[in-house]
């Protein structure tokens, strides 16, 4: 079986990796964290939207605070990297969209 190194995905997801190098407001938590939205986008076959929870993205992302995950989130949502739907539900996992950039290559 061969495996497809390149994807329109990826094309996108490094687009974006190197626009975020480049704004002044991201600090390696919201890389971090983004990336580890890319591996659950991933992980369940590129479709937007798509569900996670805290405890994985922050197992992904290595990011230890509660409260360093939410700021961090919450402003890759203002900022327009994602579009990001918080679940309050103790059992549901929150919602992630992908700006057009990601879904189109």
Same mark, same amino acid.
């Given at each position: 079986?061969? #495996?497809?190194?390149?994807?329109? &995905?990826?094309?996108?997801?490094?687009?974006?990796?190197?626009?975020?190098?480049? *704004?002044?407001?991201?600090?390696?938590?919201?890389? /971090?964290?983004?990336?580890?939205?890319? #591996?659950?986008?991933? +992980?369940?076959?590129?479709?937007? !939207?798509? /569900?996670?929870n805290r405890q994985e993205l922050m197992g992904?992302?290595?990011?230890? /605070?509660?409260?360093? %995950?939410?700021?961090?989130?919450?402003?890759? *949502?203002? =900022?327009? =990297?994602? +579009?990001?739907?918080?679940? %309050?539900?103790?059992?549901?996992?929150?919602?992630? =969209?992908? !700006? &057009?950039?990601?879904? /189109?290559?």
């Amino acid at each position: 079986m061969k #495996v497809q190194l390149f994807t329109p &995905e990826l094309s996108g997801y490094g687009k974006l990796i190197r626009r975020m190098g480049k *704004d002044q407001r991201l600090y390696a938590t919201h890389i /971090s964290l983004f990336t580890a939205l890319f #591996v659950c986008w991933q +992980r369940g076959g590129f479709v937007s !939207p798509f /569900s996670f929870n805290r405890q994985e993205l922050m197992g992904y992302s290595r990011i230890a /605070s509660v409260a360093t %995950y939410h700021k961090c989130i919450r402003e890759l *949502d203002e =900022y327009g =990297y994602i +579009r990001y739907q918080p679940s %309050y539900h103790p059992k549901l996992g929150s919602m992630a =969209y992908w !700006p &057009e950039a990601l879904i /189109s290559g």
